[in-house]
C-alpha cells in the first residue's frame, strides 16, 4: 500500500497497536482495525472496562479508609479542644491533590487543543476534495454543454451554408461526430456526479461531533473521570489500529458507499505508478479528437471562406468553443491526476493519526490526574473538617455587656442569695 505524502504511522501508534487484545472469554484478538466484527467491538469494550475497573478500586479503596476513619479510631476525651495529630498529612496532601489537578487541567487543555486541531485538520481536507470533485463535475458539465450547443448551433449552420461543397460538408461532418465523441467521453470523467457520499456532509458530521465533544466530554470529565478515561483509552487504541494501515479499512469503506469501481479508488488512495491512471484512455481520446476537430477546422477556414464568406462567423465561433474547450480539457487533466485527492487523504490521515491521537492520550493523562485529585480530596477531607475546632459563639462577648449570658447568670445568683 502506498504511503499517502507525509504520513508515517507515529510511535504512538505502533506502541497502542503493540498492545494485546482480548474479547469478553479473554481470547486473543488481532490487532488490525474491523469495527464491523463483533470479537473487536469486545477488545475496546474490555479496554474501556479497565478504567472502570480503576473506578471500582478507587472508590473501594475510599470506602475503606473513610470507614476507618470513621469508626476505628480512638475516642477523644471529653472537653477535650486539642486538634487531631496528623495535621501535615493532610495539609500536603491536599497540596498534592491541588497541585495534581492543575498539571491535570493543563494537560487537559493541550490534548483538548491537539485533539481540535486534528479534526480540524481532517474537516479541512474533506473540504478541499470536495473542492476537487466538484470543479471536476463543473467543468465536465460545462464543457459538454458548449460543445452540444456548438453541434447543434454553429456545425449545424456551417453544413447549411457549405452545401454546395459535398467534401466541405462531409469535413463538417467529421467535426460533428469528433464534438459528439469528446462530449461522450467526457461525460465518464464525471466519476463523482450521483454519488451519495458527500465529503462536505462527512466534513459537516466531523465538526458535529467534535462540537458536542468539547461539551458532553468536558461534563463527562467533570461527572466521571474514570468514565471519561475509558473511553479516551478505547478510543486511541481503536484509533491507533486504523492508524497503523487505514488504506484496506478506507478503501473498502468507500467502496461499499460509493459504489466506485476499486481501479478508481485505488488510484486516488494509493497514488503510485504500480496503478494507472482509469480516465487515460479517455483523456487520451478526447485530447485525440480535439486535435482533430482542430485540424479540421483550419482546413475548413483555409478551403470554405473565400469561396463562403459567410460560413467565417460560424467557423470563429466554433474556434473559440474550441479553445474553452481545450482549457477546460488541461484543467481536468491536471484536476482528474491522484496527486491533488491522495494529498488532501495524506492531510486528514495526518489530523487523525497525529494531532487527534497525541491529543486523546494528554485527555487520557488529565483523566487519570483529576481522578487521583478526586481520590485524594475525598480523603483528605474528613481529617481536615476534624482540624477545624467547634466554634463558640460567646467566645469574643465583651464581659462587661449587659446581654452577655455570663453576667446574667453572676447577676441572678447575687438576687437569690440577697433575698
Not at 308 to 336: D, I
Request: net charge negative.
Amino acid at each position: 500500500m502506498g504511503a499517502p505524502p507525509g504520513y508515517r504511522p507515529s510511535a504512538w501508534v505502533h506502541l497502542l497497536h503493540q498492545l494485546p487484545r482480548a474479547d469478553f472469554q479473554l481470547r486473543p484478538v488481532p490487532s488490525g482495525f474491523a469495527p464491523q466484527e463483533q470479537e473487536y467491538q469486545q477488545a475496546l469494550l474490555l479496554v474501556a472496562a479497565l478504567a472502570g475497573l480503576g473506578l471500582g478500586l478507587s472508590l473501594i479503596f475510599i470506602a475503606v479508609y473513610l470507614i476507618r476513619f470513621c469508626c476505628c479510631r480512638p475516642p477523644e476525651p471529653p472537653g477535650s479542644k486539642t486538634p487531631s495529630p496528623g495535621g501535615g498529612c493532610v495539609t500536603w496532601s491536599c497540596i498534592v491533590a491541588l497541585l495534581a489537578g492543575c498539571i491535570g487541567i493543563g494537560i487537559g487543555f493541550y490534548g483538548n487543543s491537539e485533539t481540535s486541531d486534528g479534526v480540524s485538520q481532517l474537516s479541512s481536507a474533506l473540504l478541499h476534495a470536495n473542492h476537487t470533485l466538484s470543479a471536476i463535475d463543473h467543468l465536465v458539465l460545462e464543457t459538454v454543454e458548449r460543445l452540444g450547443e456548438a453541434v447543434r448551433t454553429e456545425l449545424t449552420t456551417l453544413e447549411e451554408v457549405l452545401e454546395p461543397r459535398t467534401e466541405l460538408v462531409a469535413a463538417a461532418r467529421g467535426a460533428r461526430r469528433q464534438a459528439e465523441a469528446v462530449a461522450q467521453q467526457l461525460q465518464g470523467l464525471a466519476f463523482w456526479q450521483g454519488v451519495p457520499l458527500s465529503p462536505l456532509q462527512v466534513a459537516e458530521d466531523v465538526s458535529f461531533v467534535e462540537e458536542y465533544r468539547m461539551t458532553v466530554m468536558s461534563l463527562l470529565v467533570l461527572v466521571l473521570s474514570w468514565g471519561s478515561m475509558g473511553l479516551e483509552a478505547a478510543t486511541a487504541v481503536g484509533l491507533s489500529d486504523f492508524c497503523s494501515n487505514p488504506d484496506p479499512y478506507v478503501l473498502n469503506l468507500t467502496q461499499e458507499e460509493t459504489g466506485l469501481s476499486s481501479d478508481i479508488l485505488s488510484y486516488y488512495f494509493l497514488c503510485n505508478q504500480a496503478v494507472s491512471n482509469p480516465f487515460q484512455q479517455r483523456l487520451t481520446l478526447s485530447q485525440r479528437a480535439l486535435a482533430n476537430i482542430h485540424s479540421q477546422l483550419l482546413g475548413l477556414e483555409r478551403e470554405a471562406v473565400p469561396q463562403f464568406p459567410s460560413a467565417q462567423k460560424p467557423l470563429l465561433s466554433l474556434e473559440e468553443t474550441l479553445n474553452v474547450t481545450e482549457g477546460n480539457f488541461h484543467q481536468l487533466v491536471a484536476l482528474l491526476h491522484c496527486r491533488g485527492l491522495h494529498k488532501d487523504y495524506g492531510a486528514a490521515l495526518r489530523g487523525l493519526c497525529e494531532d487527534a491521537l497525541e491529543g486523546l492520550l494528554f485527555l487520557l493523562l488529565f483523566s487519570l490526574l483529576s481522578a487521583g485529585a478526586l481520590a485524594t480530596a475525598l480523603c483528605s477531607l474528613p481529617r481536615a473538617w476534624a482540624l477545624f475546632p467547634p466554634s463558640d459563639d460567646y467566645d469574643d462577648t465583651d464581659d462587661d455587656d449587659p446581654f452577655n449570658p455570663q453576667q446574667e447568670s453572676k447577676r441572678f445568683v447575687q438576687w437569690q442569695s440577697s433575698i
